[in-house]
């Protein structure tokens, strides 16, 4: 009797885990304009503060409009990266983080909104050759960004920039990065009680100590009962890159290197 029981309680798991995965596979309201409108309200609840107001792409997370997507393009996978999150990265799982707590609906809905505002990404415009020329020399990029394994480690790594952020989201960047700086990469500045300074970003800080890395990529520790003062600024290290100093076309050809990088 209890074999029978096991067995029958063996198959409804099974039966369960079963119907799961499918609705983990299908969404619902595919092409629902009332769903996409839901999903839209509880984009802008729970996902817009790192990817932004019409999931165009924030200081912390990827521009969503995009039909190509870093953590897989259908359905399916999309809610998997919504539903348990990514590792190693800011973006929390849906269900049991603090501050997130969405149901499969729900999650079913942001999908259906995501897909309502997605655009066909053109192809790349600019010329990739003089954009790795400008980025490697001239333009100095990569005194602070590194792409590929190469380059500085001040500013964040653009090896992905260019497939998960919109256009007008890079040149922002260029033009005026101090309007949005990437969390992590806020600039600081110390002073020691004798009198040194050091200006660069913070790489761990605690009630008792600051290691920062400081203009030259040289890592620094201090004791903060040792520090004369801690100034944290809101303006980027990262100078504007006007027309003057970097015109359209440059800019352009720039981005077209990024985007042959994120290709590939």
């Known amino acids: 009797m209890l074999v029978i029981i096991d067995k029958v309680l063996l198959a409804g798991v099974l039966a369960l885990t079963l119907s799961v995965a499918v609705a983990q596979d ?34 912390r997370g990827p521009d969503l409009t995009r039909a190509q997507k870093k953590h ?38 942001v999908i259906t909104y995501l897909r309502s505002v997605q655009v066909r990404t053109p192809p790349p415009t600019g010329d990739a050759a003089h954009g790795k020329t400008l980025f490697f020399g001239v333009a100095a990029c990569s ?41 992590g990469y806020e600039t600081v500045t110390v002073a020691t009680v004798d009198g040194k300074d050091s200006q660069g970003i913070v790489l761990n800080e605690d009630r008792f100590s600051l290691q920062m890395m400081d203009t030259r990529e040289k890592i620094l520790l201090f004791e903060k009962d040792h520090l004369k003062s801690i100034k944290k600024s809101g303006v980027s290290l990262m100078p504007p890159y006007d027309k003057n100093l970097l015109s359209d076309k440059d800019l352009n050809d720039i981005v077209g290197f990024l985007e042959s990088v994120g290709a590939k």
């Open 143 to 183: 005194n602070c960004h590194m792409v590929d394994g190469k380059g500085g480690r001040l500013g964040p790594d653009l090896s992905g920039t260019a497939t998960s952020r919109s256009l007008a989201s890079i040149v922002e960047s260029v033009r005026e990065p101090s309007k949005q700086i990437a969390s």
């Open 72 to 109: 897989g393009n259908s359905d399916a996978e999309m809610f998997r990266t919504i539903h348990e999150g990514v590792a190693g990265t800011d973006m929390p799982p849906a269900v049991g983080s603090i501050g997130v707590e969405m149901k499969d609906q729900e999650i079913w809905q």
């Open 26 to 59: 299908h969404n619902p309201y595919a092409n629902d304009p009332t769903a996409a409108e839901a999903g839209k309200s509880h984009f802008r609840i729970n996902c817009a503060l790192c990817h932004g107001l019409g999931a165009r792409g924030g200081a």
